[in-house]
Structures are given as structure tokens and as C-alpha cells.
């Protein structure tokens, strides 16, 4: 199969296509593309219309609310540039318009093209559809095998964890945190890899969106491990932003509080994305969950807890 000109509209996908051995013909990103670090330099043709640097969670929910009730895109394509790349294909989504270009802005750039390329449309709700995507990838590229080679080697892994969480008589209330202000659940995938890493998140959203919850169901709830995870950060932000849960009204009697199991973790690289790391993010939930069971292996800067007691942030020990 000849090499082709791929726009990846998505962080995702761009970390798909790199783990295919494809970032040779990777002519176009995001401005969030940022793994693995040698895609940093390619042409960005994606930038969000929401100056997210400079604001607050409370400021950038607001924004991404008024925008998307307005009719208005999150994201903004560079048409211009996108027609001087010229991909053959384009990988984007249609599944959340907060975290891509959503199909009015695809469409509307496509129309400027003078070839119509291939398109992919990601919509994983699922880790099984994060697998399904992956493959559809190495169908379009010709590299069908590396990818089920990829997909083979997770399963080995996740099945690995479930083998030993399947057996356990009692799983901790877990509650993962997918914005602090306002307060969000998890959704999509993450629910799913709770239930393997061994806990169990009554408060989450498997296979939906994430949605905003009110404070004191999370009292309610009672988390026994408490992880904060952002979507759109990484754990040096997530790591900055946890300190505003603590003047919250009664955060000092959560459980996951005394037993000191609050933990920030690296939301972009192993639980926002639905590609290859969130395997690693299973890994990691099943350590963070039931540390007397499973060790964590992976980098350094994937969590911190979260030390509200002592008003710390402490790393990883």
C-alpha cells in the first residue's frame, strides 16, 4: 500500500498512529497532540477557540457551555493549511464536541478540498470500541496486523487484572472526578477499567457521557479512593487544581480523605484518550484501588496523593 497523507484531528488517534509505525505519514494535528513528543513540529491544524491557558474550570465549563447552546465550535480547522497538507485521510470524531471538531466543521472543511480524502469517524464509547478503532485504523493504513498485534497485547494485560480483581469479595467505593468546578463523573471507558482495576464507581456513566453532579452525591457516595482526573489535563495541572476541592463542605469526613487515597492523576495520557495508554491507565487504577495487590510499573509522573489532612500535595512515593 502506498504511503498516505494523514490529518489526525484527535490526540488519540494521533498516538493509534504513531503505535502503528505511521508517524512518517502523519501531516496534520492538533495543538494538543503532544504524545509521543517527536509529533511536536508538525503542521497544527487544529486550535481550540476557547483560551483554556488562561482560565478557570469554572470559566472554560462556562465558555464550552455557551458556545456549544449558540451553535459554535470548540474547535477551530485552519482550512487554509488543511487544503496545502492534502491528507488522503482524515481521523476525527463525532463523540464529544468539547474534545474535537464536530462533523459540521469537518464537513465544512472538506468542502473547501479540491480531493475528498478517506474519513475515519472515532466514536468509542467502550474499551472494546477503542480496540474497534484501532483496528479500522490499521484497515485504512495497511497495517491491519501491527494493530492486532497492539490489540492482542492489551487484552493480555487487562485480562491480567481482571483475573485477580474477579476474585475479590469486597470492592471500594472509588469515584473518579472528571472536573472539579463544577463537579462531573466519569463516563465512557472510565467506568469500565474501574470495574477492572477492582472498584466499583456508582456515581459514573459507563458507556455515556459524563455529566455534571451535584456536590453532595458525593458525599453520599462515600468514595473510599477518590481520583481526580480533569479532562484535558496533566497531572502537573490536575495536580494544581485539586487543592480548590478542600474548602468543599464536608470533604474532611470522606473517607478517602482519612484513609489519605485522594490521588491526582495524568487524565490526558491514561484515561481522557481513548488510544493505546489506557491500558496503562487500567494498570494504574488497579494500583491506586488495591495497592496491596498490584504494583505500578509505569512512569513517575502519572499520580500524586493528594494530601488534604495536611493541606499538601505530596508526589508519588
Known sequence: MTAQRIVSF????TEMLCALGLEDQLVGITHECDYPSSVK???VVVRSAVPVETMTQMEIDQAVTERLQNGLSVYQVDE?????VAPDLILTQDLCQVCAPSGNEVTQALNLLPKKPQILWLTPKSL?????????IGEATGHLQ?????????????NKIAAITDRLSLRPRVFCMEWIDPIYCSGHWVPEMVKIAGGIDALSRQGTDSVRIAWEDVLQWAPEVLIIMPCGCHLDKVGELAPQLFARPGWFDL?????????AVDANSYFARPGPRVIDGAELLAHLIHPELFSWN????AYRRVDAVHLDVTTKT
Not at 484527535?10 to 488517534?13: F, G, Q, T, V, W
Not at 501491527?146 to 487487562?158: D, F, K, P, T
Not at 473517607?255 to 490521588?263: E, L, S
Not at 509505569?298 to 509522573?301: N, R, V
Open 255 to 263: 473517607p478517602a480523605v482519612h484513609k489519605r487515597q485522594v490521588y
Open 298 to 301: 509505569g512512569p513517575d509522573g
Open 41 to 43: 513540529g508538525k503542521p
Open 80 to 84: 487554509k493549511l488543511l487544503q496545502a
Open 10 to 13: 484527535l490526540p488519540s488517534a
Open 146 to 158: 501491527q494493530a492486532e498485534e497492539l490489540i492482542a497485547a492489551g487484552c493480555v494485560r487487562v
Open 128 to 136: 472494546q470500541q477503542i480496540n474497534d478503532n484501532l483496528r479500522e
